[in-house]
């Protein structure tokens, strides 16, 4: 619609009959005060304005008018009987278009202009419209990448409090994201760590999984960068999904040497422990068949008879160790607490040991103050331990002459130590001798065993309430000692 503003109606009238006979729309005002009010009603394309009025001038109208944000756009042509100066024009009226048309009116120039003025209005308005669409489509893109900001600084949080290795990888393949743990194992937080030779190398592994899109994982040795060794880490990578597209992926290395560790250990033991039961039991096969054969021809039969019996009871101490390793698992193994002398304890379980070594090449010494005193504690499980000390002290000294039974008591404590003048405990070695399945390299070939019998013994004086340690000296011999409380 346009708006013409005259203070005389006749020439509102030639003006407005010429526009409406162009197809116009047209609105009237007759002073510059009613034209003011009717802008703000109403939306025009074109204002033709009269300079020369009563009250408001054309002038002022249009400077009113560009202090509107509404109407500022609107372009207009000015009616003026002289053809004043522009400079009188309003400084702020920047983006609307702006005319001079001097009176008398040449219809056929007016409407060419208002013809220009009205299409440069509609580009204007449907310019605006373009202009606010992508303002939108602006804003809305910032508020989804501020969100997604606010997510990727969660995630980082997240993967930074957790135990683990963890590290985020674009589609490409590229690392984008690692957490501190992460300089453990590698020196650069766009590289992987380094990977034992035997095992796959990460990005190979990434490549072969990125086409799918699907979560993986792998177990593989990765080397600290600290003390240079491998270690086993469980690696597992889950796509993040963006609709069906994946965008980025997240890692994480847990650290599982340790189980890697108990699982060999178990392996090895399983395979000593069955190694164990078959030689004793091969050898009892073997005096059977040969008392079979005596038997026959009546001879003497007693030797294969006691050798048999040997192996027996070989047999029944390593299964009888065997199930007291089930029953610290369950926790079922239970001691009795009955009072006794602990001398005579000792006396007895030196006794059992020179009865089943039959061709001891050493002595047993006593050394220190007799425990004649009354303990109440578990009498069998305490010679269990005792006769463990004993037949290590023995096994692992072997060509040496003594092995020194030392006693006492200290701090409401009676102890027992076993000392032998044999191979040895290596210093880093000596904190593990208690630990399950647990045996010293440097000897595990020479000697046979299970690693459990220092294990069990640890258990049992626990139970006493007791403590227990070992010292030791390459070459020159160990010490192993126990102490249970007196009351
Ligand atoms: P094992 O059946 O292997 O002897 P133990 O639990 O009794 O199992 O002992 C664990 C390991 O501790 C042994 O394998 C051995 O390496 C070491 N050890 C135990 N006693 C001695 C000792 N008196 N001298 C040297 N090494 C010992």
């Known amino acids: 619609m346009i708006l013409i503003v005259d203070d005389k109606p006749e020439n509102i009238f030639s003006l407005r009959s010429l526009l409406e006979s162009k197809g116009f729309q047209v609105d009237t005002a007759l002073s510059g005060e009613e034209a003011l009010k009717n802008v703000l009603k109403k939306d025009y394309a074109l204002i ?149 030779p035997e095992d796959t190398l990460i990005n190979i592994l990434f490549e072969t999984h990125i086409e799918s899109g699907e979560p993986f994982e792998a177990e593989i040795r990765i080397r600290n960068v600290i003390d240079k060794t491998y270690h086993f880490h469980l690696l597992r990578i889950i796509p993040l999904k963006e609709g069906d597209m994946v965008s980025s992926w997240v890692g994480t290395f847990t650290d599982i040497e340790d189980q890697k560790q108990v699982e ?22 073997a005096y059977i068949q040969l008392l079979e054969r005596l038997v026959k021809q009546e001879g003497n039969v007693s030797t294969y008879i006691h050798r048999a019996q040997d192996q027996v009871i070989k047999l029944e101490s390593l299964i009888a160790d065997l199930l007291d390793i089930s029953k610290i698992e369950n926790g079922k193994l239970k001691v009795n607490f009955v009072s006794f002398d602990l001398e005579n304890l000792i006396g007895n379980a030196i006794d059992t040991i020179l009865h089943t070594h039959e061709h001891l090449d050493m002595v047993i010494e006593r050394e220190g103050e007799p425990l004649s005193v009354e303990v109440n504690a578990d009498a069998i499980r305490i010679e269990q331990v005792l006769i463990n000390f004993l037949t290590n002290a023995i096994k692992y000294s072997p060509g040496s ?57 640890a258990e049992i004086i626990k139970q006493h309430h007791g403590t227990y340690g070992v010292e030791s000296e390459e070459g020159k011999g160990t010490t192993f000692y126990f102490s249970i409380p007196l009351n």
Not at 436 to 455: C, D, M, N, P, T
Request: charged share 25%; net charge neutral.
């Open 48 to 196: 033709i304005l009269d300079v020369q009025m009563p009250g408001m001038d054309g002038f002022e109208v249009a400077e009113t008018l560009a202090g509107y944000s509404k109407t500022k756009e609107i372009p207009i042509i000015f009616l003026s009987a002289v053809n004043t100066d522009k400079k009188f024009i309003t400084k702020g009226y920047a983006s609307g278009g702006i005319d001079y048309i001097t009176k008398p009116v040449d219809p056929d120039i007016l409407m060419l202009k208002v013809k220009t003025f009205y299409r440069l209005y509609e580009q204007t308005l449907a310019l605006n419209e373009v202009k606010k669409r992508l303002q939108q489509e602006v804003e809305s893109r910032k508020q989804a990448q501020e969100e997604l900001k606010i997510k990727v600084d969660f995630l980082h949080m997240v993967l930074e409090t957790i135990p683990q290795i963890a590290f985020t990888v674009d589609s490409n393949g590229q690392i984008t994201f690692v957490n501190e743990n992460w300089f453990k194992y590698s020196k650069s937080p766009v590289d992987f760590p380094e990977v034992h």
């Open 264 to 285: 060999n250990k178990k392996d090895e033991f399983l395979s000593i422990a069955s190694h164990e039961l078959k030689t004793p039991l091969t050898s009892i096969k």
């Open 401 to 457: 002459e003594k092995v020194i039974v030392q006693t006492g008591i200290n701090d409401g404590q009676a102890f027992i130590k076993v000392k032998d003048f044999g191979i040895g405990i290596p210093k880093n070695k000596q904190e593990y001798v208690f630990s399950k399945f647990y045996r010293v390299e440097e000897s595990s070939v020479k000697f046979q065993g299970l690693g459990i019998g220092l294990y069990i013994c």
